[in-house]
């Protein structure tokens, strides 16, 4: 067993190297004699988590049975404001316990209903819980125990802190280097919240701008808003599929193309505020755009931007093997190819998004 010494050193080193969390949890529950541990955030419908093995399926289970809207012990926690671990037993009294659903209706079933948590909140605006389970059969978890733990807090608080401080910083850095290549860009959260920005970024106002509540929004016509909240939301489904949409150019500048790409973390950083970053490219041509140039926007290959060209062309899947000397199931594989990395479905979303190439004006 891990001395508590031991176990400060542990929760630090995972504050730079979010993949030891896991057996900081595992030492932590060993040393509390529990269970299993849980860490998870919550912001909006983005719910992320790690656990120990033991209390993986429980939590596998707690998230597929949408038990998370039924846990008051977090909500309790963070509104208590304790400095240390807190016990089911000091926020709930004996007849809530035996009256509370998660408790009554998923825990005890699954031989479980005792815990200590505690909550800390970090600058990316998230709410981290930390949470040891303890057997039902045992009976409350001692004060021995909590004695044992709650010198631990602090130093977890700390590295939570320090973790969630480097991801904000890491998502600064993102946006600097887009802007030294001439991008414009902000890094998003799951909810669509600006959390870093560059200068070229700022400079789109006021055809782009952010809320009072850092949320990004597009003051355009037409369907560019709703593209973008669309591309938003499915940072939330974290799918990992980029996301394009066109912004027709007026007189306060040119067109622009966004494209919106997830950012792949680690399992284990809960401290990842960063979701996708939002990059905007202006287009200064007019007609149908180059197959040079859409390979470049959207990564497409030679055939695909060739597919992609004639099609926004205005012409039909037959004329375009006809062209290229091939069969109309080659098109459409490539044509499905373009669908999938222009974020779009269907022909004509694909004309509308590549029409943000040719120069127009706003109508």
């Known amino acids: 067993m891990r001395t508590p010494e031991e176990l400060i050193d542990d929760i630090y080193a995972a504050a730079f190297l979010p993949s030891l969390w896991p057996r900081v949890l595992d030492r ?5 004699g529990g269970f299993g541990t849980v860490m998870l955030t919550a912001q909006g419908e983005d719910l992320r ?3 120990t093995a033991a209390a993986t399926p429980i939590m596998e289970e707690f998230v597929s049975g949408g038990w998370m809207r039924h846990n008051q012990r977090a909500v309790r926690d963070a509104a208590m404001q304790h400095p240390g671990f807190l016990t089911n037993q000091d926020m709930f009294t004996p007849e809530e316990l035996d009256t509370d659903p998660l408790h009554v209706e998923f825990l005890r079933p699954r031989g479980l209903g005792w815990n200590f948590g505690t909550t800390v909140a970090v600058p990316s605006g998230d709410l981290i819980a930390l949470n040891t389970e303890f057997r039902y059969e045992h009976g409350p978890v001692p004060a021995s125990v909590i004695a044992a733990v709650d010198p631990l807090r602090p130093h977890f608080a700390r590295a939570a802190l320090i973790s969630s401080r480097l991801r904000l910083e890491e998502a600064a850095t993102a946006t600097h280097t887009l802007e030294a290549l001439g991008l414009p860009a902000a890094v998003l959260n799951h909810d669509g919240r600006a959390i870093a920005v560059n200068s070229l970024f700022d400079t789109l106002a006021p055809r782009i701008a952010t809320r009072a509540d850092e949320r990004i929004v597009l003051n355009t016509p037409g369907p560019a808003a709703t593209m973008l909240a669309q591309a ?3 940072l939330r489904q974290q799918d990992g599929t980029p996301r394009s ?6 007189e306060t500048g040119p067109p622009l193309i966004f494209h919106l790409v997830p ?14 970053v939002l990059v905007a490219t ?3 041509q007019s007609g149908t755009p180059a197959a040079s140039m859409l390979q ?3 990564d497409l290959s030679p055939t695909e931007a060739r597919v992609a060209r004639k099609i926004a062309g205005g012409q039909n899947i037959e004329a375009v093997a006809a062209a290229l000397g091939t069969s109309r ?4 594989h490539h044509l499905k190819v373009v669908f999938q990395k222009t974020g779009t479905n269907r022909q004509a979303e694909l004309v509308l998004l590549l029409s943000g190439a040719k120069g127009f004006t706003a109508a």
């Open 28 to 32: 932590l529950t060993e040393f509390a």
């Open 49 to 51: 988590w790690i656990a």
């Open 232 to 234: 938003v939301a499915t």
């Open 245 to 250: 949409f066109p912004v027709r150019g007026d």
């Open 263 to 276: 950012i792949r973390r680690e399992a284990h950083d809960l401290f990842a505020a960063a979701a996708g």
């Open 282 to 284: 202006p287009v200064q």
């Open 296 to 298: 470049g926007l959207f």
């Open 329 to 332: 199931e080659t098109v459409r």
